[in-house]
């Protein structure tokens, strides 16, 4: 049965021989056709009836060759207003990239004009159609989806991911807002993502409430105690205006101080006090202030061998300690990777295959991330861009490769102005006497490269647990590595 029978056909023609050749051509099949002859009937058909089937000139009122094509302006509209629409463009025009333009506007099938047999309309609907279907499966089964990220999501639907207990210690401190918690960690583990939390966690039982938070490595000693404390106008040079300060900011919420360690002595002593009873003076003031908040402490340091050293007071080391929670490096938490990449990936709005996104995780995971979760973020952000700059598919052989990403044995050790007995361990031993006796006198230079290659590539392949990363370690693409490690007979 042909494709044209019994189908509803809108035709765009401007050319009245051809107007005339279809007519006669669908007239013993179609009963239900119509043919416009201008971009703005088309546009007005397509707006006001649903069609099946739709071929279009791709020369409206434009001579062929000379001007764009108005008839990618109707078939792009037509492909918007009839998602389902099979398309079918004809021209005399025979350049092929005229041809690729209309299949990029939304046609699946081109045909030469003129036509002459209804049998060609049949056969260039057909294979419209088969394309159609072919294209229609494949999105639909390459289509993304974000159920591939919904077990992270619903895992964690507080947008942190945290262990049973972490986030048990959460809940607690939003519970008790009299208790401190100091938050031990290497840099980029989540510390401010969990004081966030608590803050959420509070908000949600009392309304809002301030969230202060203040990096204290980034605050000289000459400002802060004006920023903690707040200060009156004149008080110093530059105090143009009385402020309030992080402390009173904080009065009623909590004040979240990040490296806190690096306080000046002065300011930890003032600030002990302001723990203690919630008073406090403004710099250049008598006048005493109050203020309650919930402290919440950061730090990378160990605040026992701080104060056991004199650089933190032993005081406020008990003072701000109503729980202590040691948060994880990333490379303790290896399993955590795809739902931290899920979340990073859900707020950009990027949403990828699962058996890419899987592939994503495992490569992801063989990394040691130095800067554990920031740096983790900071890779997938460069990554996304990197494919979008590029023109890149978004898959992991992609990714962008830093220093940090792996372990600080991974690098190599040979460094301006290191000995030669210091790169020995790293060259091996038998590489290294051939760099000695080179230096001496004469060898074959490719046979002493091999054997020092060799050595170098031996020893990165055992210090890390998959050959990807030691390629990535070595600044080699994966397949120039296996290449490598097959000439010199390294399995």
């Keep these: 049965m042909s494709i044209l029978v019994g189908r509803k056909i809108l035709v765009v023609e401007d050319d009245e021989l051809e107007i005339e050749n279809i007519r006669q051509l669908l007239g013993p099949i179609s009963s239900d056709f119509k043919i416009v002859d201008t971009v703005s009937k088309a546009f007005d058909a397509l707006s006001r009836e649903a069609y099946d089937l739709f071929l279009s000139d791709l020369h409206i009122e434009t001579r062929a060759g000379y001007e764009r094509p108005d008839g990618l302006k109707v078939i792009a509209y037509a492909?918007?207003?009839?998602?389902?629409?099979?398309?079918?463009?004809n021209s005399t025009d025979p350049r092929s990239d005229v041809w690729n333009e209309a299949l990029a506007a939304g046609a699946q099938h081109f045909i030469r004009k003129p036509v002459t047999k209804a049998d060609e309309l049949v056969i260039a609907f057909n294979l419209a159609k088969e394309r159609m279907t072919m294209l229609s499966a494949k999105k639909s089964r390459h289509k993304p989806s974000r159920s591939v990220y919904a077990q992270y999501l619903e895992a964690h639907p507080q947008g942190i991911v945290l262990d049973r207990l972490d986030l048990q210690r959460a809940q607690g401190l939003?519970?008790?807002?009299?208790?401190?918690a100091v938050l031990l960690g290497e840099t980029g583990t989540g510390k401010e993502e969990f004081a966030k939390l608590v803050h959420k966690l509070r908000v949600l039982q009392e309304g809002q409430i301030p969230f202060i938070a203040v990096n204290c490595a980034t605050i000289t000693d000459g400002l802060a105690e004006s920023l903690l404390f707040g200060h009156k106008k004149g008080?110093?040079?530059?105090?143009?205006?009385?402020?309030?300060?992080?402390?009173?900011?904080?009065?009623?919420?909590?004040?979240?101080?990040?490296?806190?360690?690096?306080?000046?002595?002065?300011?930890?002593?003032k600030l002990l006090r302001a723990l203690n009873d919630g008073t406090f003076n403004r710099l250049g003031e008598t006048?005493?202030?109050t203020s309650r908040f919930q402290l919440i402490s950061a730090t990378t340091k160990d605040l026992d061998d701080?104060?056991?050293?004199?650089?933190?007071?032993?005081d406020l080391r008990g003072r701000i300690s109503g729980i202590d929670i040691q948060l994880k490096p990333l490379r303790e938490r290896k399993g955590d990777i795809p739902a931290l990449t899920a979340m990073f990936l859900n707020r950009k709005g990027v949403v990828l295959d699962a058996d890419v996104f899987e592939l994503l995780c495992r490569r992801l995971s063989d990394y040691?991330?130095?800067?554990?979760?920031r740096q983790l973020f900071k890779v997938l952000d460069?990554?996304?861009?990197?494919?979008d700059f590029e023109d890149l598919p978004l898959h992991p052989d992609h990714i962008p490769y830093v220093k940090g990403m792996t372990a600080p044995?991974?690098?190599?050790?040979?460094?301006?102005?290191?000995?030669?007995?210091?790169?020995?361990?790293?060259?091996?031993?038998?590489?290294?006497q051939k760099l000695e006796q080179a230096l001496k006198s004469d060898v074959h230079l490719d046979d002493l490269v091999a054997d020092i290659e060799r050595a170098v590539i031996k020893a990165t392949v055992e210090r890390h647990s998959t050959l990807g990363t030691a390629a990535q370690a070595l600044g080699l693409p994966r397949s120039t590595f296996d290449l490598r490690r097959r000439k010199l007979g390294l399995s």
């Design 79 to 89: 492909r918007e207003q009839q998602p389902n629409l099979v398309i079918v463009a």
């Design 174 to 180: 939003a519970r008790k807002q009299d208790v401190p």
């Design 409 to 432: 044995s991974a690098m190599s050790a040979v460094r301006a102005g290191q000995t030669l007995e210091r790169s020995a361990d790293h060259l091996g031993v038998e590489a290294h």
């Design 306 to 314: 701080e104060a056991e050293e004199g650089r933190f007071l032993l």
């Design 287 to 289: 006048r005493t202030y």
């Design 368 to 373: 040691y991330w130095r800067t554990n979760i």
């Design 235 to 269: 008080s110093f040079t530059g105090a143009h205006e009385t402020t309030t300060g992080y402390i009173a900011e904080a009065d009623g919420g909590i004040l979240f101080l990040d490296e806190i360690h690096t306080l000046d002595l002065k300011i930890q002593q």
């Design 382 to 387: 460069a990554w996304l861009i990197r494919c």
